[in-house]
């Protein structure tokens, strides 16, 4: 599936609700789906700067594709990088590098993240792109 | 209902802020610690002084000039006497606290030699730890700290051992930002001074609160931020012994801080404009002073006792809550509680209290070193003030007894 389709996928099953208490509990709920990352990258390396909670993240690549691990000590900060990573593993590099990061808008999830918290997702989305540079600059 | 004599409903309805809705919600605004709303009294000299009288002071023949000259002159009067200084030229205006103990950390690094200690409360913040860290980068001196207890009080025996006779300087907040705590700043100018030490009391999270009478208490140098005493932001004072003000150098130099300029060499203007070069934050200053005149319109002694009482209401309703500790509970406190609840981070408890309309702060409230000391990664502070209601604490309570069924 393209990452275009699973935002889209994500964007519709977000507009089922109409408050915001069922919309965190269903990004509660998607973090519990979250492929774990391995106990041992949980260090300095791997944390994603700039979040109030700590965000780890892990990326290895399987047969051209790039799949992430991440976690997260606060569960709604584990919901968001779940969505994330949900978007863009499984996926080509070169395509992570080029998607699109509007449906994030279109969730409502910006628009409800102050602006520390906001930093904390501009900066996961970058840590997730900052991989696939990195592993597109091993393909080539 | 607590009655202490103070109208709350009618002094709500001077705080416009207050009639806002945040996701739907009525706000309930509990990060006072961060910074007070401004009331209308307030709000409106901002706007008379853009409106009437904006002009450059202290040097402008005209009549705008002259308005703008004798706001900015009257607040600092108006502070003087609000802290009690003997001199208004003791009370020198800057951006906030943390310009404050920076002005005076700075005009330090010529007083102190390799191996002179330097002491410093466990419970600062941050702006009152790095400035000394600084300093004592600079300077070779040595900084040491005054432990605290499991409960956020201060050692002060342990205190008292520190003190010897390399100690120059003492730092201590008169109210923590992260607890609540209450110093005991008399025993701690006491005990410093009888060691021949100096001290520096923030008192930023005090002076909403309380009243400190720098004379009585005999402090080397006091600070407040206009904006945590429902003034506005980015304006502050220092209080300053008129001997160690006239000891220390200038901060910065610049306009106004000058007698004469020659390249060969300038001599500096006299107390308080060696400390206040450039143009200063007029309209600000001037609104501080306006603020001053609300809280003492109000109150402070009818301020603290209503704060108490909402102090005392607010663990009653959050402690009831399952797993929820409060940290720092001490027998003197402001109206702050910090808190946690087990196995929940904070930030998912402010993210989701923040989605019912109430404002906390969350995380370490740049006193790591406490939160270290708890060996916690940060809590949810909710911080009050006078316009708080025990129904807010209500809404509180019932918020983070929702976030705790939803995170769980």
């Not at chain 2, 102090?311 to 009831?320: D, F, I, S, V």
């Not at chain 2, 990664?377 to 708080?388: E, H, I």
């Amino acid at each position: 599936m393209t990452i275009q389709k699973i935002q889209q996928d994500i964007v519709d099953e977000f507009s089922m609700f109409d408050d915001w208490m069922q919309r965190y509990e269903y990004m509660i709920e998607l973090g519990k789906s979250l492929p774990l990352i391995d106990e041992r990258y949980k260090d300095e390396d791997h944390i994603v700067k700039g979040c109030q909670s700590k965000v780890w993240v892990h990326a290895e690549l399987k047969d051209d594709k790039l799949v992430f691990t991440a976690d997260s000590d606060a569960i709604i900060t584990k919901g968001i990088i779940a969505i994330l990573v949900r978007a863009f593993s499984n996926q080509k590099p070169a395509d992570i590098i080029d998607a699109d990061t509007g449906f994030i808008d279109a969730i409502g999830l910006k628009e409800h993240l102050s602006p520390t918290r906001a930093n904390g997702l501009v900066n996961m989305i970058k840590q997730l792109k900052l991989y696939a540079v990195a592993y597109q600059t091993q393909l080539n | 209902m607590i009655d202490t004599g103070l109208n709350i409903t009618t002094i709500r309805k001077d705080f416009p802020i207050l009639q806002r809705k945040v996701n739907g919600y009525p706000l309930v605004y509990l990060d006072n610690a961060a910074t007070s709303q401004t009331p209308r009294q307030v709000i409106d000299v901002i706007v008379d002084y853009y409106s009437n009288y904006n002009a450059n002071i202290h040097r402008g023949v005209h009549a705008l000039s002259q308005e703008a000259t004798d706001a900015y002159e009257k607040a600092r009067l108006k502070i003087q006497k609000h802290f009690n200084a003997s001199k208004a030229h003791e009370i020198i205006f800057t951006s906030g606290t943390t310009h404050s103990i920076n002005l005076v950390a700075s005009g330090f690094t010529g007083f102190l030699k390799k191996g002179d200690e330097v002491l410093v409360s466990a419970m600062e913040h941050h702006s009152n730890i790095v400035p000394w860290q600084m300093l004592c980068e600079r300077s070779g001196a040595i900084l040491k700290v005054i432990p605290m207890t499991q409960e956020g009080e201060l050692n002060l025996e342990a205190y008292g051992a520190l003190l010897g006779t390399r100690t120059r300087l003492v730092f201590c907040n008169h109210v923590s930002n992260a607890l609540g705590t209450v110093n005991p700043i008399e025993d701690i100018i006491r005990m410093a001074h009888r060691a021949g030490a100096a001290v520096l009391i923030d008192g930023a999270q005090a002076a909403p609160h309380i009243i400190a009478d720098v004379q009585q208490l005999d402090v080397d140098f006091y600070t407040a931020s206009a904006h945590k005493m429902c003034g506005p932001t980015g304006v502050g004072m220092l209080y300053g012994k008129e001997e160690w003000l006239d000891k220390l150098p200038p901060y910065q130099g610049g306009g106004e801080m000058i007698e004469e300029v020659r390249f060969e060499k300038t001599t500096y203007a006299g107390l308080p404009h060696k400390f206040e070069a450039g143009t200063p934050n007029i309209c600000g200053g001037s609104a501080f002073g306006a603020a001053v005149d609300d809280l003492n319109g109000i109150g402070m002694e009818a301020i603290a006792r209503y704060e108490e009482e909402l102090l005392a209401y607010a663990p009653q309703k959050l402690l009831t809550i399952e797993g929820l500790r409060i940290y720092g509970t001490a027998k003197h406190k402001t109206a702050v509680i910090s808190f946690n609840i087990d196995g929940i981070h904070p930030y998912d408890i402010g993210t989701l209290l923040d989605q019912m309309g109430i404002a906390v702060r969350t995380g370490h409230h740049c006193a790591q070193p406490v939160m270290d000391f708890y060996e916690i990664p940060g809590t949810v502070r909710a911080s009050f003030s006078f316009y708080n209601t025990e129904e807010e604490v209500d809404k509180l309570a019932n918020g983070v007894e929702k976030a705790r069924q939803m995170l769980t």
